[in-house]
């Protein structure tokens, strides 16, 4: 019930308090810039957005610097200082860890400030049971990195597939990849798509590929689904996919849409555009080589999805007046994602949590 009061007032400081504010472009000895607005969000410089939130008057959006190792004192200071009765919402994705602290400072200094951690490197390191009880975070988001076999398997279920082949690394021998296997090959079972799973070695390269597919002597790749398990090897099964005319229900890389704005040339496009444009640019690529609705992606970079999808609910919170129990809840989060983002999303419970924190599971779009 206390908590509940907690986010109510935060929420309703929220709503009668949201102002535009100037973005200011200066950058401080941290060298990360001092850009505010309602909605104020930190990332990697190397995360891309889409382009239609770079313009949106109540957003600003700051670029974290490449570095080795933990965020220093100067660094996180400076995005506290940075935080003042203007931004209502902080949203912070980063890939280094250290910045849990920026959540404990802004909270002691601005109760009212509504909290996102997104992919914050704390997630996957020694600090994850700490940071889902983190009382200074409102709402986390952490992206589901190495469990995507079965959502793969649905996407090729629904792409008339009857062969499944599930290619992985030797080095992803773990716990997780063999619930990944195990549910995978379940639901292959239960749909009635053969599954073959398939072990590579480090450092594949694409002709090896072609030959372990060669020798399997595939008599009909039109219904034959073939997926990369781990970012590592999805370029190789990508072309591989491609050369032997295979459904692709995952890309499943780091970044499909840098990827297949490369393979369709339009990787200008990719770079200017909304991705609304980008995907239509894609779309009719995609078509001319004969390949419409035979290759599943993600376009966007996969971290921003989470924070795209915190603005979204945050405006929709905003337009609504809603309470922050009632727009960051699992029913909330999935209309947005399929409202405004365009993309399926399956929201997965972290365990014992202070706010509201969810693992995200991305479910392809089919091109």
Sequence with gaps: MKKKIILSVITFIFVISLSACKKDNSSNKSGISGNKAEITIYMPENQNIDKKYLDDRDIAINYLPQKKGEYDEDEIKSIINNIDKNVKVLIITSENPGLKKVFD???????????????????????????????????????????????????ANEMSAKRFLYLYHEDLDSDRLYEDLSETKSFCSQEGLSFEKIKVKDGLKQNELEDIIKRMNIKNPDDTAIYAANSEIAEQVFDTGINNGFIIPNINSRNDGILLAKKFGLEKEYKNLERKDFEKKLKSEIKKRGLKNRIGA??????????????????????????????????SIIDRADQNLSIRIKPMIMGATYGYFRELELIPRIY
């Design 105 to 155: 400072g802004v909270k002691e200094k601005l109760p009212g400030v509504i909290t996102v951690a997104n992919e914050i490197e704390e997630f996957h390191g020694n600090q994850y049971d700490e940071l889902l009880k983190d009382t200074n975070i409102d709402v986390g988001f952490k992206l589901n990195r190495d469990k995507n076999g079965r959502n793969a398997a649905m996407i």
């Design 298 to 331: 993600v376009v966007e970079d996969r971290r921003s999805i989470a924070t795209e999808l915190s603005i979204e609910v945050a405006k929709y919170m905003y337009k609504n007046r809603f309470v922050i129990e009632e727009s960051f809840g699992d029913k």
